[in-house]
């Protein structure tokens, strides 16, 4: 009895120092270690150390906040996490609500779950869950259009390209509870918008990528983008857009496909905490990479960057120039883009006024291409570029865009002005002098639907009274596209005038010519806008 006495008390003694290890290891570790900020395992950023309170409200907050610091720092903890994840993987659970797991090993970002927003909503978008309403298409193709006249204006071709979500490309690796609906999505719903509606210029790679992987895997298994033999085809589609535009000027073929070992995870599979060892042997070991013919020597502007940060490739044995807003999804592209321009320039944000404008004013491009990741829709386009409802052709107070308008500077070529004018934008508008008997504005080309109806709003200023004539054409062949038959003429007082021309044709043009005075004599135009009803 005294013998099994002692080795009972032995055994307890060893449980009690192994749980008095198990519980305050990791506390004293927490202490030792650097705190991380971010979560390698979960992709997030971790709670900092509180800061001393102040105020009595941050004393009664202090608790939860060191609970929540202590719950994201305590000892081994990142390598708990990963180990956890990939018990719950490898019994067939997802690790995380960021990642579902689909046939033959295929990971697709994000969650089925109604309420799950994080990353979009990819599976809301596959179901048809996340769709547009008319007044907001209405609203998306009136922006962008307007975004896509005022670089018009300036000699730059605009590229909206849509990379598809890899659950709209493999649908048939996702999980058979998926219950996908066969009918629109927000992506149908702008592309079919935007091209019936507008000019913009919209590569849709959908079709193309489907076509594609019958015959070779256009995505990663373990990853959210695209590989080298999806990026090779939508490279070739973007192409054979910029060559319609500039014949010649780029390659448009498919690129030569080789293999080489896969050195990093994908991202998937970091989500499913996977960073040092493989999912049950399904990430690719080989990988797919494009094989460049010999070319120009190229150089980066500036020489050392990050991933994220705004950088140009210069090629000198090419002509063109391009300005390129991207998301991740244009990682995979830009080898093939830096060996096309003579510079290209990488943005990674969406498109802005202030990005635009200071990226275009001392070297303007010939293209600018903006990227989006189909599970960002349906989300609005930015109303940098209009006023509320209206299209603004003419703000003298500024060459390039104040108050979310549209401007045309004055030297670019977005108004024309006959001889008979002479100019004086140094103030808050626009001084016109009549020095003949027919002075003459001749609009810039506009993208006016033959279906819609407009008016001409001006805000002028007249010394005399005079007589105003407004012309619109209706065939852009005709060599004399403006006659008094489409003609709108307008007093004008001594004085302030404000004006709203209504003008509409079943066979509308997209020119307009305004004839402000019919006299000599000085006119200071405040505003002028074209309005859609």
């Not at 589609?237 to 010649?248: A, C, L, Q």
């Not at 498919?254 to 996977?274: C, F, M, N, P, Q």
């Not at 549209?406 to 626009?430: H, M, P």
Request: hydrophobic share 35%; glycine share 4%.
């Amino acid at each position: 009895m005294k013998f099994s006495f002692i080795n009972t008390n032995k055994s307890n003694l060893i449980i009690t120092i192994f749980f008095c290890i198990f519980v305050f290891v990791p506390l004293i570790l927490s202490f030792i270690f650097v705190d991380l900020e971010t979560s390698l395992s979960e992709k997030r950023k971790l709670a900092s150390f509180p800061k001393i309170p102040d105020k009595l409200m941050d004393i009664q907050k202090l608790p939860s906040k060191l609970e929540s610091y202590y719950a994201d720092h305590f000892g081994f903890r990142d390598h708990l996490v990963r180990l956890y994840k990939n018990f719950k993987y490898n019994i067939g659970d997802s690790p995380s609500e960021n990642l579902t797991i689909g046939k033959n090993g295929w990971l697709f970002l994000g969650s089925a779950n109604e309420s799950y927003k994080k990353y979009g909503d990819p599976f809301g978008d596959i179901r048809g869950k996340n769709l547009y309403t008319e007044n907001e298409l209405k609203k998306f193709a009136r922006n962008i259009s307007n975004f896509n006249n005022w670089l018009k204006q300036r000699g730059i071709y605009y590229i909206f390209v849509i990379a598809p979500n890899k659950h709209t490309i493999y649908n048939d690796k996702l999980p058979k509870y998926i219950d996908f609906k066969i009918g629109d999505t927000a992506t149908d719903q702008l592309v079919n918008y935007l091209n019936e509606n507008t000019s913009v210029t919209v590569v849709d790679l959908r079709s193309s990528l489907l076509e594609g992987k019958k015959t070779s895997d256009v995505y990663f298994k373990t990853d959210t983008h695209w590989n080298h033999h999806g990026a090779n085809i939508a490279q070739q589609e973007i192409f054979n857009v910029i060559n319609g535009f500039f014949p010649g000027e780029v390659d448009n073929n498919l690129l030569k496909i080789g293999y080489k070992d896969r050195s990093v995870k994908g991202d998937l599979e970091i989500i499913a905490g996977a960073k040092k060892m493989n999912l049950s042997g399904i990430s690719e070991k080989k990988i797919p990479y494009p094989i460049f013919p010999k070319g120009c020597k190229l150089r980066t502007e500036p020489k050392k960057f990050k991933r994220r940060d705004p950088n140009s490739y210069i090629c000198n044995t090419k002509k063109l120039k391009a300005l390129i807003f991207h998301d991740s999804f244009f990682s995979a592209l830009k080898p093939y883009f830096i060996r096309q321009f003579s510079k290209s320039t990488y943005i990674w944000e969406t498109a802005s006024h202030d990005a635009v404008v200071k990226y275009i004013q001392d070297d303007p491009p010939e293209i600018l291409i903006e990227e989006w990741v189909e599970r960002l829709l349906p989300r609005p386009y930015p109303s940098d570029y209009s006023l509320s409802n209206s299209n603004v052709i003419l703000n003298p107070k500024n060459n390039y865009i104040s108050n979310y308008e549209i401007i045309y500077s004055l030297e670019d070529g977005g108004l024309r002005f006959n001889q008979t004018i002479q100019l004086d934008n140094k103030e808050s508008y626009l001084n016109l002098k009549a020095t003949g008997n027919d002075p003459i504005i001749y609009f810039p080309n506009l993208d006016l639907k033959g279906e819609a109806s407009y008016s001409l709003y001006l805000v002028l200023e007249s010394d005399i009274k005079s007589n105003l004539s407004l012309y619109y054409s209706t065939d852009e062949k005709d060599k004399f596209p403006f006659n008094e038959k489409r003609s709108i003429k307008k007093p004008i007082k001594q004085g302030e005038n404000n004006l709203n021309i209504h003008f509409s044709d079943l066979a509308i043009g997209n020119r307009i010519r305004l004839d402000y005075l019919s006299s000599q004599g000085n006119v200071k135009i405040r505003k002028i806008e074209l309005r859609e009803y």
